[in-house]
């Protein structure tokens, strides 16, 4: 499976940013798709994420201003990042879990301003 993500650049702090990853395999049925972060220095964090049956989860720290959704087919995720804060600034990779499988996109970069 490959991932391609989308829609970082840069934003003042209180702007939004909406990312999309785009699934290689079409109809395919995930387990989860979601979003990690991870800046220089840092672990990768769990940003949010979707499971299957529309169930979703967010990290404490973007909750009520984030939103992950998916497209009819599950193939693309969405997430849409509301009133973004300059702790916000990170490297933002999508991953798809099937079954005992993680696959990974490449990294977007998303750099909020104060």
């Known amino acids: 499976v490959q991932l391609q993500a989308s829609g970082g650049g840069s934003v003042q702090a209180g702007g939004s940013l909406r990312l999309s990853c785009a699934s290689s395999?079409?109809?395919?049925?995930?387990?989860?798709m979601g979003w990690y972060r991870q800046t220089e220095g840092k672990q990768r964090e769990l940003v949010a994420y979707?499971?299957?049956?529309?169930?979703?989860n967010y990290a404490d720290s973007v909750k009520g201003r984030v939103t992950i959704s998916t497209n009819n087919a599950r193939n693309t995720v969405y997430l849409q990042m509301n009133s973004l804060k300059p702790e916000d600034t990170a490297v933002y990779y999508c991953?798809?879990?099937?079954?005992?499988?993680?696959?990974w996109g490449k990294g977007t970069l998303v750099t909020v301003s104060s």
């Open positions: 979707i499971r299957r049956g529309g169930s979703t």
């Open positions: 991953y798809v879990l099937q079954g005992a499988m993680t696959y």
């Open positions: 395999r079409s109809n395919l049925n995930l387990d989860r």
